[in-house]
């Protein structure tokens, strides 16, 4: 991945850049994930890890990214993350894959 002086974000291939806008909205919400964990990591420096805050943010995962995000998640962040969704498909996947989490409906 490459961001340009204007923070246009390009996808790196073999041949050529691929500007975010050509790829799907489940990739660029991929994308988009791993820039904004990079600028966490980057702003917490050697701290303690604060809490990740996503709102909706896997509304255009597939199912597969979803799990793939999530166990990723899981393994790899040491500090809170709250999840914001009206979608129960969050809860499945982390039941599924032996997530510990709270859940907590308004």
Not at 20 to 46: C, K, P, W
Request: aromatic share 10%; with cysteine.
């Amino acid at each position: 991945m490459s961001i340009d002086e204007n923070l246009n974000v390009f996808l790196n291939t073999k041949r050529k850049l691929v500007p975010i806008e050509s790829v799907s909205s489940g990739t660029m919400d991929q994308v988009y994930l791993a820039v904004r964990l990079a600028a966490a990591r980057l702003l917490q420096g050697d701290g303690e890890p604060f809490p990740l805050i996503f709102d909706d943010s896997f509304t255009q995962y597939d199912d597969e990214r979803l799990r793939t995000a999530l166990k990723w998640l899981d393994k790899t962040y040491g500090g809170q993350m709250l999840i914001f969704t009206c979608h129960k498909r969050e809860i499945q996947m982390l039941e599924a894959h032996q997530i510990e989490y709270h859940s907590v409906e308004i």
